[in-house]
């Protein structure tokens, strides 16, 4: 059974040493959501290679990246920040966002017809599709992913499962998450400077028999965790490496720090 390893690098303002064994950089697909956007999404923007908004996300973009920058013309910060492709059943776009993003060249992607997928899914749908030689090493980025509706982010979360060789990560400025197949054994480096000390290991799907787990405070020995029993939440990573094997997918969450550091300019 191979290893994955995982690094929240993209929260960081300039590129690190790899850890020893840790694949290459990733390269990173940013996806933004109708939710209050994290105040790091500039950072994230500017590790990107493709931006998409899915539906009403736009509006976010349009509404809140210039508040971000209030000593800057609200009009120069939308030109800045221009996603590439606007994407959904358009449901939740206001028509000023749409016609003006339209004209900066964006391309616009109406997804109406279909209502069995949600628009995250659609957009990462269209990542894999423009993106087919970089799977390997590609990490979706969900900025907006969590907080409001309940049902919303259960359905974010329901495409963690569904694109489960995939690595997505849901964002907010609180957490992140991401999904931890039982396919492989799981390597986590923190960054403790933006990342932690909270976090936890809930599995998702299905109960998990065997879980175990280093580097945790409480940490889990061949460990049975399912919903109605034990569920590793409030759990506190001791130092920078993580490691987790289980029998049943997991979704690993971590708390997030402060991020004035980490807010990136134009």
């Excluded at 020893?20 to 994290?38: E, I, K, M």
């Excluded at 339209?102 to 279909?114: P, Y």
């Amino acid at each position: 059974m191979g290893v994955f390893f995982h690094s929240s690098d993209f929260l960081l303002p300039s590129s690190t040493s790899s850890p020893a064994g840790h694949p290459p950089s990733s390269t990173y697909a940013l996806v933004l959501l109708n939710q209050s956007l994290p105040k790091f999404t500039p950072l994230l923007w500017k590790h990107a290679k493709l931006r998409l908004c899915a539906d009403g996300g736009a509006n976010r973009v349009f509404d809140e990246l210039p508040l971000l920058f209030p000593h800057q013309d609200a009009t120069d910060i939308r030109n800045s920040y221009k996603p590439d492709v606007i994407r959904g059943d358009m449901d939740s776009i206001r028509t000023e966002v749409l016609d003006f993003y339209a004209k900066q060249g964006t391309k616009i992607f109406d997804e109406s017809e279909d209502q069995d997928t949600t628009d995250l899914h659609k957009c990462v749908a269209y990542i894999l599709q423009s993106m087919p030689n970089q799977e390997s090493n590609l990490c979706i980025l969900v900025a907006g992913a969590l907080g409001g509706r309940f049902d919303h982010e259960m359905g974010n979360i329901n495409v963690l499962c569904r694109f489960s060789s995939t690595r997505i990560i849901l964002l907010s400025d609180d957490c992140l998450i991401h999904l931890l197949p039982r396919t492989h054994h799981h390597e986590i480096h923190v960054h403790s400077s933006v990342e932690g000390p909270h976090c936890g290991l809930i599995p998702i799907g299905m109960p998990s028999g065997r879980t175990t787990t280093t580097g945790l405070q409480w940490d889990l020995t061949d460990t049975e965790m399912k919903f109605g029993g034990l569920v590793s939440t409030s759990n506190i990573v001791k130092g920078e490496k993580v490691s987790v094997q289980s029998d049943s997918d997991l979704l690993w969450t971590i708390s997030l720090k402060g991020n004035e550091t980490r807010h990136s300019s134009t």
